[in-house]
């Protein structure tokens, strides 16, 4: 990779390093320092700007920096080193794709997000809208429950069987298996992308915010949340496939 002029290299970083979106803060935070690595604007074993400069430039807490910090030296992206000249520095090799050799592109991210925003937020608005039976009310609860304990090697399966519990909710038949054709090809998406978690907590809490809405019949909320939700995993899709 070749060194960046040090000139653009602050002007992209300027550019790149923006206030995020409040309701995603973590993941927009993950993406933006992905953006950052991933165009070039770091180069290997240089080193981030200061916890606190990041979060003032991002418009989050140094808790929320700390933690998207964290989960990408996790997964390789970054070395922390302490002592007099220590501070958080891009690993000098970044991991390889978790992929099958398929190329991923933005188009391919943004089509199978747009299509499921379009699929769950209205079957969280339908679902709210319904006078749900006590079954589907059971439901709701115990597939949000499933989620919320799941071991990460099955927190996409129980994760899906949530979001397709809300499809069912929504009592459009055709729409569950349009969600579950969706869920596929967005979990193929998901699979090549590190679990965070940092990201499953915030995804739980926007869950159960989902759900209470749901049976509180507050469609908006519902709607609401469910879209934030949703971008919040395009972001880090954005941030480690394109």
């Known amino acids: 990779m070749a060194a960046p002029d040090p000139a653009d290299s602050s002007d992209a970083s300027e550019a790149l390093l923006r206030p995020v979106r409040p309701l995603n ?16 604007v770091l180069t290997p ?107 990460p090697a099955d927190y996409r399966r129980l994760d899906s069987r949530l979001h397709l519990a809300i499809a069912e909710a929504a009592g459009v038949p055709s729409l569950v298996p349009l969600v579950a054709q969706n869920r596929m090809r967005l979990n193929e998406l998901l699979d090549r992308i590190p679990l965070m978690t940092r990201n499953i907590a915030h995804s739980d809490e926007q869950h159960e915010a989902i759900v209470s809405a749901i049976l509180a019949g507050d469609a908006d909320t519902a709607a609401q949340t469910m879209a934030a939700h949703v971008w919040g995993s395009a972001a880090l899709l954005h941030g480690f496939l394109d």
């Open 25 to 40: 803060a973590f993941e927009d935070t993950v993406e933006r320092l992905l953006q950052t690595i991933r165009l070039g």
């Open 45 to 151: 074993g240089e080193s981030l700007p200061p916890e606190r400069e990041l979060a003032a430039r991002l418009g989050v807490s140094r808790d929320t920096v700390r933690e998207a910090i964290k989960s990408l030296a996790d997964a390789g992206y970054l070395v922390s080193r302490r002592g007099r000249y220590g501070g958080t520095f891009l690993a000098d090799a970044l991991p390889a794709p978790r992929a099958d050799g398929t190329e991923m592109h933005r188009d391919d991210i943004d089509d199978a997000v747009r299509l499921r925003e379009i699929l769950e937020v209205g079957a969280a608005r339908m679902a709210a809208v319904r006078t749900l039976a006590a079954v589907e009310r059971e439901a709701l609860r115990s597939r949000l429950a499933d989620v919320r304990g799941a071991d």
